[in-house]
């Protein structure tokens, strides 16, 4: 059964950046997936921050700020979520989750545990 | 302010049934499929209905999914007490070039 497990610092000083990883076990990434990231305050809904196309080409939410870069590691079963300049604001549970096909508005058909990712000083 | 419109809250007794709404745009839901998320307190979201009412393999055709123009809403029939969680909407947006959500409903049952 294929999981996804986020894993980060938690705790990450204003102005820092903050890495967070989402391996897959328990199977590979498929080369028809695409990888998203979703993020959802303290209290607050979901949000779409990017994704990753099976071929590594990058889409983020046009929302937000040009301060996140995902990328993917294969050989390593990851990928991964950086964010440059954060603030009180990104503090959220950040959630890896996997497209449900090869399409990129595909639903999220599985999803991490979840990482708490507090900004403060 | 979220791009897919979701009323807060909603209610409902066990057994009965009860409708959430998803109201959107012609470039969102209007263009694309929905998809639906449950998400239990303290829990990771959990594909509910995707493709505007397909369910996934375990989840119980007591939940539904309809769509039409630039709406859609999710029924529960029969509820149960642990269907008590939040409902997300979310489909692709042609205009954003991404995924939005809804804001969330509450549902709570009483």
């Known amino acids: 059964q294929v999981q996804l497990q986020e894993s980060g610092p938690g705790l990450v000083r204003p102005s820092g950046t903050l890495s967070l990883t989402c391996t897959v076990s328990?199977?590979?990434?498929?080369?028809?997936?695409?990888l998203n990231w979703v993020r959802q305050p303290p209290g607050k809904g979901l949000e779409w921050i990017g994704q990753?196309?099976?071929?590594?080409?990058?889409n983020y939410n046009p929302s937000l700020q040009s301060r996140f870069t995902i990328s993917v590691d294969k050989s390593k079963n990851q990928f991964s979520l950086r964010l440059n300049s954060v603030t009180a604001a990104d503090t959220a549970v950040y959630y890896c989750?996997?497209?449900?096909?090869?399409?990129?508005?595909?639903?999220?058909?599985?999803w991490g545990q979840g990482t708490i990712v507090t900004v403060s000083s | 302010q979220s791009v897919l419109t979701q009323p807060p809250s909603t209610s409902g007794t066990p057994g009965q049934r009860v409708t959430i709404s998803c109201s959107g745009s012609?470039?969102?839901?209007?263009?694309?499929?929905v998809n639906w998320y449950q998400q239990l307190p303290g829990t990771a979201p959990k594909l509910l209905i995707y493709?505007?009412?397909q369910r996934p393999s375990g989840v119980p055709d007591r939940f539904s999914g309809s769509k039409s123009d630039t709406s859609a809403s999710l029924a529960i029939s029969g509820l149960q007490s642990e269907d008590e969680a939040d409902y997300y909407c979310?489909?692709?947006?042609?205009?954003?070039?991404?995924?939005?959500f809804g804001g969330g409903t509450k549902l709570t049952v009483l």
């Open positions: 989750a996997r497209g449900k096909g090869g399409w990129a508005a595909d639903a999220f058909d599985l």
């Open positions: 979310a489909a692709w947006d042609d205009s954003l070039n991404g995924v939005v």
């Open positions: 990753i196309s099976h071929g590594g080409r990058p």
């Open positions: 012609s470039s969102s839901i209007g263009s694309n499929t």
């Open positions: 328990g199977g590979s990434i498929s080369s028809n997936n695409y």
């Open positions: 493709s505007n009412n």
